[in-house]
Structures are given as structure tokens and as C-alpha cells.
């Protein structure tokens, strides 16, 4: 069954796009990657999935029931971290997280508390005095602590140290075997490659591709650069290779494909320095789609 | 109306609620304590207020007031409670929605399975609550202020009464007008310049509708249409007045609901 169903979404603030044309489905129990750059549209997928905002024209359903209809009881079902997290200043983050519970049928004490002490978080404290991490990390339970069937996760990891990162992962990995259905927004590649099954990218506000994860990291790019005695473009002229630049004897290019082939050719140079990095997403974006 | 929303809204705004009521409350027993002192002096104080430019009178109403009675005094003093009053009920007004943007805690409210609806009604009905509570504060420091400093004079209880009463749709009209101006603007950064505008703009409104004598700016101002002098000399509500009032609050309240099940809630940026 899809839990997410998105038909022809289309948003626009007056004249300034949003997103446009974007379908795609999410079935149950998958870890869905959402990535693109900032300002690409992402935020506006989630906020429309969440009846923050209205769409412009398409159509949207959660658990095969529509948005628009159904919001108040699609959304008993919906945990939601928001890539910005705000809360009540003047509360503790034990009567946040109580007022939210509030919302939800049922006794979620006991689980609130197992979340808070799994992340480390201290409960008495003031959330005007949380630390940005901090923040998260009430976002983290709050969006958790109904136990929903289905996370909204925006570019949930900034401001988690990378200790706590790996926590929050194995966390959403256990609520994943549970059932529960992920999307996963974010516009850094290693981390969704690490948690999701299925990418969407979205670029533009139009849905680029929707891939699984290991077709995309097939056709993963390395971007090298190098300097070294007597080179010239010609000594990585490889399959694989592309946009190569020489500039003041450093070569730089990006490869795709077998990397030893690549380590093979260095090691018979003199080399300076060389430096073989992840390409930005911007950079992917650029050569994945020539 | 769900539960949760209202007694957060309650408790958050509980704190106002007892400043404003308390400052007003302590307002009217001091200013009303010098009744029995201008009762005394009256034939002394008609001599100086005589003697007041026209306009100055008009704006405080003083020429359709006597100081000397009870009631006449106490509509004079009743003024400066519907002012601040006004400021407190636009203050909610502007804030019920505005302030979750502002603050940016919409998105944790509106990702709740609760609608828009339910929302806005929880919101209001916790306001009406906040503002009840002020009333009865208030009303009892009225009513305590005019029987111990009432210099042994009489006056008709039934109008205080309804003097008293009639607080209460004033207030309305500025929680109304405040809420449905935050929704027609695109945000409300802060909340207090915007319900003092409100609340002294309709307030110089009556009192400059008072100088100029016939302008009809009294229709849009409740400074007029619940005019405490007014009620005192004639005993009873202006009807017509009144009703335009509740009018201009339900309107406000329906166009409220419109806006706000269709407003979009922005991402911070």
C-alpha cells in the first residue's frame, strides 16, 4: 500500500514557484530520501503533505485518504520534525512535550520519557535556555512520542553533533522496523545514502528523478584534483572521466566508475598533493543530467 | 473546541490577564476615591470647567457629564478603564494567531490532528475566557469603589449595571477587529504597536468626533458606540449604535474563520 500518494502537486507562492508537477509514492515501511538543494522545494512537499500550506493544483493522499479532506485524522498518524525547530519559550521541555502529547489520545508517558533519556535530554530545563541541539533534540521526541506510522523528517540532522546523529539513526532505523514509513528530507547525499532505500531529487521544484538508492551510488562520482610533475590533460584521458580542467598544472575532473582504475594512473606519477572528495550535490545535479 | 489548545491558551495567558485586571481594578477604586472630594466642591468645579476651551470639554465629554453625581463621575473615571481594556482585548486579538507565527510555534501546532477550525475556536473561546475573567475583576472593583466612595449620594444602580455590562461587547469588537487585521496582514511582528494603534486610534476617533461636532466618526468607533456618558444621561444603550458594533464582531469572526482555514503558514526562512 502507499502511505504517500503525490499526483501532479503544484505550488505557487503568487509568481515565486514552489514546486511544480511533482508525483511520486511512498509505500509502506520504506525510508524514503527527499534530496536537493536549498530552496529546491522540499519544505514545500512537506508543508503541503501537512496541510501547512494549500496547493496551488494536484492532488495528495496519506494512508489512501485525501489532505485536504482528511487532515485532523491523517495527522493522529503523523510524527513531524521540522528542519527549524521553535518552541513556547516560556515552557519547561517537560510541559512542551506534555502539551503535545495532550493532542493524541492515549498515555504517552512512559514513552516520552524512554525517548528523552534515549537522547540525553534533560527534561526540566527552560527551552528558552536549550542550545540549538538541543532544541532538535525536543523536536526529535516530540515528533516521536505519539509513536506515528508516518515521520516527516526535514533536514533533521543539522545542529546534532555527529555522536548524537548516529543515535538519531539507529533510532528512526528501530521505528523503521517497527512499520514505520520515513521521509527523509535532506541536501546532504552521505546521510541519506546511509538511512534510505529510495531517493527522490528534487531540483528546481520539479522531481528530477526518483531512483533506488543503489542505482544512484552506481553511478556515484568522485571528484579528484591533483597536482604533480610533467601533467598534462591528456594522462587521465580515462573512460569515466569527465569535465576535466587544467589550470597552472592542477588537474581536476570528476570520475565514475571504478576508482582503482583512477589510483592505478596516480600511482604512477609524481604527485604532489591530490585530494579525492564526495562532489557537492550541486555538483552532481550538474553532471548527472547533461 | 479541543481541550488541549484551550487550557495552554488559558494558562499562557493567564499572567496578562491578572496585570491588566489588577491595574485596572486598582485604577478605578483610586480615581474613584476622589469622588467624595469633587462632590463637595461641585459648584466650585462647574465655575472652573466653564471656564475649559469648548473643544477640551468635548473631547472628555465633560459637557454632557456632571461631576457631581455618582454615576457622572464614575463615567468620567469608567473612560480610562474602556482604554486600557481596549488595549488588552486588542492585544489578544492580534496575538491569538499572529503570535504563533511570529514565534514560530505555528508548525508545531498546525502539524496536531486538530483543523484549522478547531484551532481558531479553541483560541477564541480561551480570549473570551481571559477577558471574562477581567471583567469580573474589574466589575467588582467598579461596584466596591462606587459603594464606599459614593459620598452618601444616590444613584440608579440598573444603569451601572449596564454600564458595567456593556464592557463586554466593547471588548469584542477589539479581539474581533484585532484578530481579522492580523489575518489581512502578511505578519504581525509585534503584537503591542499594533493593538495600542488600534485601540487610541478609536479612541481619538470619538474624541475628536466630540470637537468637530457633526463628522460621523462615531459610527466606527466603539468609544461611541458604548459612550459611558451617553449611557449614563439616557440610561440605556444607543441601540442602533450597538448593534452596528455586534455586526462589525461577527463579521470580523466569520471573515476570521475564512482566512485563517485558508491561510498559508510560512516556513521560516
Given at each position: 500500500?502507499?502511505?504517500?500518494?503525490?499526483?501532479?502537486?503544484?505550488?505557487?507562492?503568487?509568481?515565486?514557484?514552489?514546486?511544480?508537477?511533482?508525483?511520486?509514492?511512498?509505500?509502506?515501511?520504506?525510508?524514503?530520501?527527499?534530496?536537493?538543494?536549498?530552496?529546491?522545494?522540499?519544505?514545500?512537499?512537506?508543508?503541503?503533505?501537512?496541510?501547512?500550506?494549500?496547493?496551488?493544483?494536484?492532488?495528495?493522499?496519506?494512508?489512501?485518504?485525501?489532505?485536504?479532506?482528511?487532515?485532523?485524522?491523517?495527522?493522529?498518524?503523523?510524527?513531524?520534525?521540522?528542519?527549524?525547530?521553535?518552541?513556547?519559550?516560556?515552557?519547561?521541555?517537560?510541559?512542551?512535550?506534555?502539551?503535545?502529547?495532550?493532542?493524541?489520545?492515549?498515555?504517552?508517558?512512559?514513552?516520552?520519557?524512554?525517548?528523552?533519556?534515549?537522547?540525553?535530554?534533560?527534561?526540566?530545563?527552560?527551552?528558552?535556555?536549550?542550545?540549538?541541539?538541543?532544541?532538535?533534540?525536543?523536536?526529535?521526541?516530540?515528533?516521536?512520542?505519539?509513536?506515528?506510522?508516518?515521520?516527516?523528517?526535514?533536514?533533521?540532522?543539522?545542529?546534532?553533533?555527529?555522536?548524537?546523529?548516529?543515535?538519531?539513526?539507529?533510532?528512526?532505523?528501530?521505528?523503521?522496523?517497527?512499520?514505520?514509513?520515513?521521509?527523509?528530507?535532506?541536501?546532504?547525499?552521505?546521510?541519506?545514502?546511509?538511512?534510505?532505500?529510495?531517493?527522490?531529487?528534487?531540483?528546481?521544484?520539479?522531481?528530477?528523478?526518483?531512483?533506488?538508492?543503489?542505482?544512484?551510488?552506481?553511478?556515484?562520482?568522485?571528484?579528484?584534483?591533483?597536482?604533480?610533475?610533467?601533467?598534462?590533460?591528456?594522462?587521465?584521458?580515462?573512460?569515466?572521466?569527465?569535465?576535466?580542467?587544467?589550470?597552472?598544472?592542477?588537474?581536476?575532473?570528476?570520475?565514475?566508475?571504478?576508482?582503482?582504475?583512477?589510483?592505478?594512473?596516480?600511482?604512477?606519477?609524481?604527485?604532489?598533493?591530490?585530494?579525492?572528495?564526495?562532489?557537492?550535490?550541486?555538483?552532481?545535479?550538474?553532471?548527472?543530467?547533461? | 473546541?479541543?481541550?488541549?489548545?484551550?487550557?495552554?491558551?488559558l494558562?499562557t495567558r493567564l499572567r496578562s490577564v491578572l496585570i491588566w485586571s489588577l491595574g485596572v481594578a486598582a485604577l478605578m477604586l483610586l480615581y474613584f476615591s476622589f469622588f467624595?472630594?469633587?462632590?463637595?466642591?461641585?459648584?466650585?468645579?462647574?465655575?472652573?470647567?466653564?471656564?475649559?476651551?469648548?473643544?477640551?470639554?468635548?473631547?472628555?465629554?465633560?459637557?454632557?457629564?456632571?461631576?457631581?453625581?455618582?454615576?457622572?463621575?464614575f463615567s468620567f473615571v469608567f473612560l480610562f478603564a474602556q482604554l486600557c481594556l481596549a488595549i488588552q482585548a486588542a492585544n489578544y486579538g492580534f496575538g491569538?494567531?499572529?503570535?504563533?507565527?511570529?514565534?514560530?510555534?505555528?508548525?508545531?501546532?498546525?502539524?496536531?490532528?486538530?483543523?484549522?477550525?478547531?484551532?481558531?475556536?479553541?483560541?477564541?473561546?480561551?480570549a473570551?475566557g481571559s477577558l471574562a475573567l477581567t471583567d469580573l475583576l474589574v466589575w467588582a472593583a467598579c461596584l466596591a469603589a462606587v459603594?464606599l466612595f459614593?459620598?452618601?449620594?444616590?444613584?440608579?444602580?440598573?444603569?451601572?449595571?449596564?454600564l458595567l455590562?456593556?464592557l463586554i461587547?466593547f471588548q469584542?469588537?477589539f479581539l474581533?477587529?484585532g484578530?481579522?487585521?492580523?489575518?489581512?496582514?502578511?505578519?504581525?511582528?509585534?503584537v503591542t504597536p499594533?493593538a495600542l494603534?488600534l485601540a487610541f486610534?478609536a479612541y481619538?476617533?470619538?474624541?475628536?468626533?466630540?470637537?468637530?461636532?457633526?463628522?460621523?466618526?462615531?459610527?466606527?468607533?466603539?468609544f461611541?458606540?458604548?459612550?459611558a456618558?451617553?449611557?449614563?444621561?439616557?440610561?440605556?444603550?444607543?441601540?442602533?449604535?450597538?448593534?452596528?458594533?455586534?455586526?462589525?464582531?461577527?463579521?470580523?469572526?466569520?471573515?476570521?474563520?475564512?482566512?485563517?482555514?485558508?491561510?498559508?503558514?510560512?516556513?521560516?526562512?
Amino acid at each position: 500500500m502507499s502511505v504517500i500518494q503525490v499526483r501532479n502537486l503544484t505550488k505557487y507562492y503568487g509568481k515565486a514557484r514552489g514546486i511544480v508537477d511533482v508525483s511520486f509514492d511512498v509505500a509502506e515501511g520504506e525510508i524514503f530520501g527527499f534530496i536537493g538543494p536549498n530552496g529546491a522545494g522540499k519544505s514545500t512537499t512537506i508543508r503541503l503533505l501537512l496541510s501547512l500550506i494549500h496547493p496551488s493544483s494536484g492532488s495528495m493522499t496519506l494512508f489512501g485518504q485525501d489532505v485536504a479532506a482528511h487532515g485532523p485524522a491523517i495527522r493522529r498518524q503523523i510524527g513531524y520534525l521540522p528542519s527549524e525547530v521553535y518552541y513556547y519559550e516560556g515552557m519547561k521541555v517537560r510541559e512542551l512535550l506534555q502539551y503535545s502529547a495532550g493532542f493524541y489520545p492515549g498515555d504517552w508517558r512512559q514513552r516520552t520519557a524512554e525517548l528523552a533519556d534515549y537522547m540525553e535530554l534533560d527534561m526540566g530545563r527552560r527551552i528558552s535556555d536549550l542550545s540549538y541541539g538541543n532544541k532538535k533534540k525536543v523536536g526529535i521526541v516530540q515528533g516521536l512520542l505519539h509513536s506515528p506510522r508516518l515521520l516527516f523528517l526535514d533536514e533533521p540532522t543539522s545542529g546534532l553533533d555527529p555522536l548524537m546523529q548516529r543515535k538519531f539513526f539507529d533510532l528512526i532505523r528501530r521505528e523503521n522496523a517497527r512499520g514505520v514509513t520515513v521521509f527523509f528530507s535532506s541536501h546532504i547525499l552521505g546521510e541519506v545514502q546511509r538511512l534510505c532505500t529510495r531517493v527522490g531529487i528534487i531540483r528546481e521544484g520539479r522531481m528530477v528523478e526518483v531512483s533506488n538508492i543503489r542505482t544512484l551510488q552506481e553511478n556515484n562520482y568522485k571528484k579528484i584534483r591533483l597536482s604533480a610533475e610533467g601533467l598534462s590533460a591528456a594522462t587521465f584521458d580515462l573512460p569515466g572521466v569527465t569535465n576535466l580542467q587544467s589550470d597552472n598544472g592542477v588537474l581536476s575532473f570528476f570520475f565514475r566508475g571504478d576508482i582503482n582504475a583512477v589510483l592505478r594512473r596516480l600511482s604512477e606519477l609524481p604527485i604532489n598533493d591530490v585530494v579525492i572528495e564526495e562532489p557537492t550535490l550541486e555538483e552532481i545535479f550538474m553532471h548527472y543530467y547533461e | 473546541m479541543n481541550a488541549t489548545i484551550f487550557t495552554h491558551e488559558l494558562r499562557t495567558r493567564l499572567r496578562s490577564v491578572l496585570i491588566w485586571s489588577l491595574g485596572v481594578a486598582a485604577l478605578m477604586l483610586l480615581y474613584f476615591s476622589f469622588f467624595p472630594a469633587f462632590a463637595d466642591q461641585a459648584a466650585l468645579m462647574k465655575e472652573m470647567m466653564a471656564r475649559f476651551p469648548p473643544q477640551m470639554s468635548a473631547a472628555f465629554g465633560l459637557d454632557k457629564l456632571d461631576l457631581s453625581t455618582v454615576l457622572g463621575f464614575f463615567s468620567f473615571v469608567f473612560l480610562f478603564a474602556q482604554l486600557c481594556l481596549a488595549i488588552q482585548a486588542a492585544n489578544y486579538g492580534f496575538g491569538l494567531v499572529s503570535v504563533e507565527e511570529s514565534e514560530l510555534t505555528a508548525d508545531f501546532l498546525l502539524s496536531k490532528p486538530v483543523s484549522r477550525g478547531q484551532i481558531l475556536t479553541s483560541k477564541l473561546l480561551a480570549a473570551l475566557g481571559s477577558l471574562a475573567l477581567t471583567d469580573l475583576l474589574v466589575w467588582a472593583a467598579c461596584l466596591a469603589a462606587v459603594s464606599l466612595f459614593n459620598a452618601g449620594r444616590s444613584y440608579d444602580a440598573a444603569t451601572l449595571r449596564l454600564l458595567l455590562l456593556s464592557l463586554i461587547p466593547f471588548q469584542l469588537f477589539f479581539l474581533a477587529v484585532g484578530l481579522i487585521i492580523s489575518l489581512l496582514v502578511k505578519r504581525v511582528r509585534s503584537v503591542t504597536p499594533y493593538a495600542l494603534g488600534l485601540a487610541f486610534g478609536a479612541y481619538v476617533l470619538s474624541a475628536f468626533s466630540g470637537i468637530f461636532g457633526d463628522v460621523k466618526l462615531e459610527l466606527i468607533t466603539p468609544f461611541k458606540h458604548f459612550d459611558a456618558a451617553a449611557i449614563v444621561s439616557s440610561g440605556a444603550l444607543n441601540t442602533p449604535l450597538a448593534l452596528a458594533s455586534m455586526a462589525v464582531v461577527l463579521l470580523a469572526l466569520a471573515a476570521s474563520y475564512w482566512l485563517y482555514i485558508r491561510r498559508d503558514i510560512h516556513a521560516v526562512s
